[in-house]
T-cell receptor, first 117, second 114 residues
């Protein structure tokens, strides 16, 4: 199946700094990528949807200035957590899908564990 | 509007016995339905998906699910549990319209006893 990678897998940062997380589709072109956040022992919460070459669409309650998303190419999307605070600590997961049709599958990355001290 | 309900937050079975993880959905359109598995501190792996073809869908690792429109259900089953099946399972619905909205269920934690 299709492979999606994330980098880094784990990151620890100080409060007030910014952290960038990369999501790459390794063997297919992803017209749409999604960013999710998962709290401990909880389900995934969709944060935003990004389409290559256009602005991301954020879900209600997600601060677009806090979580900057860039989808500059068909294989790369980045999520930057700006001025991170301890409450931003979480597991961030991206997914990617190919274009066209209904029911196409999302392929998930392995996730990035962010810890803000 | 879409929603998905996983009826059990935890399921515990003995190794070698059948597994049943229940999922009900609602969707304004003919939905696509998925089951994903997540092992601790790992990403999600697709088990199987239903996209309006055969109602009985076979997935990886011996799992299968049956789409029942009349019951709006998409329960996940496996005839014989293995210790390695212990994980979190998510039922997911997508209607593929507009922005390809995907909704995750709350998850079911499967415990497998030796």
């Amino acid at each position: 199946g299709a492979v999606v990678s994330q980098h880094p897998s784990r990151v620890i940062c100080k409060s007030g700094t910014s952290v960038k997380i990369e999501c790459r589709s390794l063997d297919f072109q992803a017209t749409t990528m999604f960013w999710y956040r998962q709290f401990p022992k909880k389900s995934l919460m969709l944060m935003a949807t990004s389409n290559e070459g256009s602005k991301a669409t954020y879900e209600q309650g997600v601060e677009k200035d806090k979580f900057l998303i860039n989808h500059a190419s068909l294989t790369l999307s980045t999520l930057t957590v700006t001025s991170a605070h301890p409450e931003d600590s979480s597991f961030y997961i991206c997914s990617a899908k190919t274009s066209g049709g209904r029911g196409e599958t999302q392929y998930f990355g392995p996730g990035t564990r962010l810890l803000v001290l | 509007a879409q929603s998905v309900t996983q009826l059990d937050s935890h399921v515990s079975v003995s190794e070698g016995t059948p597994v049943l993880l229940r999922c009900n959905y609602s969707s304004s359109y003919s939905p696509s339905l998925f089951w994903y598995v997540q092992h601790p501190n790992k990403g999600l792996q697709l088990l199987l998906k239903y996209t309006s073809a055969a109602t009985l869908v076979k997935g990886i690792n011996g799992f299968e699910a049956e789409f029942k429109k009349s019951e709006t259900s998409f329960h996940l089953t496996k005839p014989s549990a293995h210790m390695s099946d212990a994980a979190e399972y998510f039922c997911v619905v997508s209607d593929g319209t507009g922005g390809f909205k995907t909704i995750f269920g709350a998850g079911t934690r499967l415990f497998v006893k030796a």
